[in-house]
C-alpha cells in the first residue's frame, strides 16, 4: 500500500474531512479518528441505523481506528511546547 507506516490523527467531523482521511486509509495510512468523550462524532447517529451503526458513519470511516479524547479538559491536551525564559 502506498502510505503503509504513515499515522494520520483524524480530528475531522461530518463529511469532507471523513472523506479525506478515509482515502488514505485506503491506501494503507494508519488513521486515528479523535472523538469527544458521550456519544462520539455526531454522525453515529445519521442516517440509516442498522444493528446500532450508521451506515453514514460506516462507510466514511472505514479502516479507521476511533478513540476517545476530551480535548477541552487539561489531561486531553498536550503540553505547551512554549517556553519562558527568566
Known sequence: MPLSGIRV???TRILAGPFCSMLL?????????I?????????RRQGVIVEGLSWYFAQFN????S????????????PSS???ST
Open 9 to 11: 490523527v483524524d480530528l
Open 25 to 33: 486509509a485506503d491506501m494503507g495510512a494508519e488513521v486515528i479518528k
Open 35 to 43: 472523538e469527544p468523550p458521550g456519544e462520539g462524532d455526531p454522525i
Open 62 to 65: 472505514r479502516n479507521k481506528k
Open 67 to 78: 478513540i476517545t479524547l476530551d480535548l477541552h479538559a487539561e489531561e486531553g491536551n498536550p
Open 82 to 84: 512554549s517556553s519562558s
